[in-house]
Structures are given as structure tokens and as C-alpha cells.
């Protein structure tokens, strides 16, 4: 089996991706609703939520895994959720998902803290 196991196919792709643009696009107007109103800079910590959907979505589409389905071994390849029999597989979509939750609350912390600090 290859190392590049997924778990979502194109279909959930496409949703998680349309999803992640749209929570980041929200959350580039909630920044500029909140510098605009002149809200103090500690309030503009709570974009951390919304920046860290909005990147776990386009993360989920770009890596192919859905961390939600990986948590509980599953597959949606676009027929609906199925079991994820082979042990190699579950393996590698829990240390791909845990990659992904990394990668997004990374990015997420960052850009909370370049919203704070602007």
C-alpha cells in the first residue's frame, strides 16, 4: 500500500476546501470588522477558531484526510462511510490526521498573532 493513504475523495475534497475558503474569508472580515470598530487587541484572539476551521478544512482537502473520519477509522471515498480494515492504513490516516491538526493550528496560531498584533 502506498504511504500516501487518503480518506476522503474528490467529492469531500471539494467540500472541505469550498468550506475552508469560506471560514477564511469570514475571518478576514471579522478582522476588519474588529480593527474597524476599534475593539481592543486581546479581542481579536477569538479568530483563532475560525482561522483554525477554516485551515483544517483547506489542510483536510489538500492532504486528503478527514481527521473526524480518521478518529474513528473510517473512509468516505465519495459512497458513503465505510470501515478501514487494514491495520497499515488506520495507522498511517491517524499519524496523516494528527499532520494535519498540526499543520492547521499552526498556521492558525500565527495568523491570530498577526491579527493581534496589527
Not at 504511504?3 to 469550498?18: A, Q, Y
Not at 475558503?21 to 470588522?33: E, H, K, R, T
Not at 465505510?82 to 498556521?107: C, M
Amino acid at each position: 500500500m502506498p504511504d500516501e493513504v487518503c480518506n476522503i475523495g474528490p467529492g469531500g475534497r471539494k467540500v472541505r476546501r469550498l468550506m475552508g475558503l469560506a471560514m477564511l474569508a469570514g475571518s478576514g472580515a471579522m478582522f476588519a470588522i474588529l480593527v474597524r470598530a476599534g475593539m481592543p487587541r486581546p479581542v481579536r484572539a477569538g479568530l483563532f477558531v475560525p482561522l483554525l476551521f477554516g485551515m483544517l478544512g483547506v489542510m483536510q482537502a489538500r492532504d486528503g484526510v478527514c481527521v473526524a473520519l480518521a478518529a474513528k477509522d473510517l473512509q468516505d471515498s465519495d459512497d458513503g462511510p465505510v470501515a478501514v480494515t487494514d491495520a497499515y492504513a488506520r495507522a498511517r490516516l491517524r499519524v496523516r490526521a494528527r499532520a494535519t491538526w498540526w499543520k492547521a493550528g499552526t498556521i492558525a496560531l500565527v495568523g491570530t498573532v498577526l491579527a493581534v498584533l496589527a
